[in-house]
DNA sequence: CTAAAATAGTTGTATAATGAAAGTATGATA
DNA sequence: TATCATACTTTCATTATACAACTATTTTAG
């Protein structure tokens, strides 16, 4: 197989891992953290849905979820709805200032992003913007 | 460059470390946790050298390298030599026992990451091989 | 139709990784 | 020599997380 590359990517995860940690979580960019802009994330593309579902595609634990929502709703940046077939469930959506907020948050991220790689070649973007997109799907359980 | 690619990048590394953080821990392999993996690693390819180096290197905090070199050294991982000519510094260098317990980790990370990958080309393990690296070092501080 | 089981979510507790700050010992410099 | 800088360690607080216990509903079995 390309056992070469297997090890090559497998060295560099452990970096790459170390690299983004830091880019992502050194800096505190704005009123978001990491765990927050994803979750975020997730309830944009989503269609409305509870904290257990959200903790699936993150792989997480529904507690956790349970408190980063709570944490997100009180600062006004998601809304929870009862759901009213279920009286257990919520559904979770962004208020418009959620939306605002993330949107910043992403303009922040993307700008020291393309710091970083200023001296790639469109080519180079392109296909690593690919490559890890279909990496992520690779390493996902579903 | 082209903003889309930045703009997937940035939004693919987000869910990249939450797969990623989730997928190593879940599952412990051997004796070695990520941060301890990487540490050997960096040892192992620099010329000995003290934490500071190191803590720069991996972008953390000096403490936290000292506690994670400290670690090591008490599993018999590493041995912690004192400069002969600097009274308050130390050279890290991988023990025996810690190249073998490095190499196994290496040996079975491998393996999963093959499996992960087991639907993907060789070009695309190749061209990601390559794009991680290089990524690596644009994103890399020094 | 009710009692038991399952489910969605919250809250309490424990753990681990980390950074900041303080502490220690050594070396460099004015 | 006295002060400042450096390499490292240790103490402390914070944060992200999982797990377990709990509440309140809904579903299911008898």
New binding site residues.
């Given amino acids: 197989m390309h056992q070469q590359s297997i090890e090559t990517i497998e060295e560099e995860l452990a970096i790459f891992i ?1 690299r983004v ?2 880019f992502s979580s ?1 800096r505190k960019l704005g009123n978001l ?4 802009y994803l979750l975020m994330h997730r309830i944009s593309k989503e269609v409305p ?5 959200l ?1 699936e595609q993150l ?12 944490a997100l709703e009180q600062k006004g940046y998601v809304s ?1 709805l009862p ?1 009213p ?7 979770l959506q962004l208020t418009e200032l959620g939306l605002t907020e993330m949107a910043e948050y992403k303009r922040v991220r993307s700008n020291k992003l393309k710091e970083l790689l200023q001296d790639w070649s469109d080519e180079d973007a392109e296909n690593f913007a690919q490559l890890l997109h279909k990496f992520n799907r690779s390493i996902c359980p579903k």
């Fill in positions: 170390r940690t830091s050194h953290d990491r765990a927050a849905t509870g904290v257990k579902i903790a792989q997480l634990d529904i507690s956790t979820v349970s408190r980063q929502a709570a929870k759901d077939q279920d009286g257990r469930s919520y559904s």
